[in-house]
Nanobody
Framework: QVHLVESGGGLMQAGGSLRLSCLAS????????MGWYRQAPGSQRELVAN???????NYADSVKGRFTISRDNAKNTVYLQMNNLQPEDTAVYYC???????????WGQGTQVTVSS
């Protein structure tokens, strides 16, 4: 089992920055990919970025050049640095961990990010 706790969301004006953190606990040695998804009202949950144990990142086209994902395996934490935030980035952001050979997914409870114009 893996437990994920997000922090760092909030309200920001367009053009501003926020950093999200996700702390993993439990059987963290078997986590392969960690990442961030988001879900805006009335929309499906979508991938924002993820990163594997080799620190190779993957980004959605909509955030490339603005967001940076990083991972500290010693601290069992994944970060999402979000720069030049735009109103369309407003969503609940969820931490995700893919576990073991089957890549079973665990989810955090979500953190709200709101960007005003």
């Amino acid at each position: 089992q893996v437990h994920l706790v997000e922090s760092g969301g909030g309200l920001m004006q367009a053009g501003g920055s926020l950093r999200l953190s996700c702390l993993a606990s439990g059987s963290t040695d078997s986590i392969n990919v960690m990442g961030w998804y988001r879900q805006a009202p009335g929309s499906q949950r979508e991938l924002v970025a993820n990163i594997n144990r080799g620190d190779i990142p993957n980004y959605a086209d909509s955030v490339k050049g603005r967001f940076t994902i990083s991972r500290d395996n010693a601290k069992n934490t994944v970060y999402l640095q979000m720069n030049n935030l735009q109103p369309e980035d407003t969503a609940v952001y969820y931490c995700n961990a893919q576990y073991g050979i089957t890549l079973y997914e665990f989810w955090g409870q979500g953190t709200q990010v709101t960007v005003s114009s």
